[in-house]
Every structure is written in structure tokens, then in C-alpha cells.
């Protein structure tokens, strides 16, 4: 019998650390946390933490990053997060539409990796 508990944190690799560190801090709005590993940046959501760190792997050789994976991340007001994101040139793939969660839109980040929000 397994001793598996559940997802208790991810990693999205990331082709320019500094670049990402950006993208979720300033425009997502995720404070970042400690981290002990100098290539990484941790930030601080609930329940589940998410880190971004540099890339081991050659990202670019695979078209789309993440094919099938979704991370879903709850945020307050989507709609104004999405207007926010839109201003800043980021990719909304999905507009903000009443969803089995809620208000949730989509959006890709700097490395293109695809990212729903919602309301829960």
C-alpha cells in the first residue's frame, strides 16, 4: 500500500529566472519566499507552494510547454487580474467566462505554460 499523500508543491522550470521572478511577483502577485536553492525562487501561495526555477532541461526543444497540464490558481477577482494581465501585453487564451468554479479565465506566462484562474 502506498504512503502517497498528494501534491505538496511545484516547480515550473523556467528559461529566464529574473524574467519570470517578474511576471508572478508584479503582475500575478505573488510575494516571493525563502528558498535555499540558488537557482529557484519560492513563492509564497497557499495551500500548495509554487516555485519557479532555471531550466536543467533544454525547454525549447518540445513546441508547448506543459501539453495538458493546466495549474489552476484561485484568486480573488479574476476579471480585474485579467484586465490587469491584458494591459500588460500577456496572452489571455481564454477570457474571463462563468466557469464550474466560478469567474476564471486563462492566460500563458513568459515561457508559455498555461495557467487558469479562478474563483472557487
Given amino acids: 500500500?502506498?504512503?502517497a499523500v498528494g501534491p505538496n508543491f511545484?516547480?515550473?522550470?523556467v528559461r529566464d529566472l529574473e524574467r519570470s521572478k517578474r511576471f508572478y511577483t508584479e503582475l500575478v502577485g505573488f510575494t516571493p519566499t525563502e528558498s535555499k536553492v540558488p537557482t529557484?525562487?519560492?513563492?509564497?501561495?497557499?495551500p500548495?507552494?509554487?516555485?519557479?526555477?532555471?531550466?536543467?532541461i533544454d525547454l525549447d526543444a518540445v513546441s508547448e510547454l506543459g501539453w495538458g497540464v493546466v495549474l489552476w490558481i484561485k484568486a480573488e477577482?479574476?476579471?480585474?487580474?485579467?484586465?490587469?494581465?491584458?494591459?500588460e501585453g500577456v496572452t489571455i487564451t481564454k477570457p474571463p467566462c462563468d466557469g464550474f468554479c466560478g469567474r476564471e479565465f486563462q492566460f500563458k506566462d513568459?515561457?508559455?505554460?498555461?495557467?487558469?484562474?479562478?474563483e472557487g
Fill in 110 to 118: 513568459p515561457d508559455g505554460y498555461e495557467l487558469t484562474i479562478y
Fill in 77 to 87: 477577482d479574476p476579471d480585474k487580474l485579467a484586465k490587469e494581465l491584458a494591459a
Fill in 1 to 3: 500500500m502506498s504512503n
Fill in 48 to 56: 500548495i507552494k509554487l516555485a519557479l526555477r532555471q531550466s536543467a
Fill in 10 to 13: 511545484l516547480t515550473l522550470q
Fill in 40 to 46: 529557484a525562487v519560492v513563492l509564497d501561495t497557499a
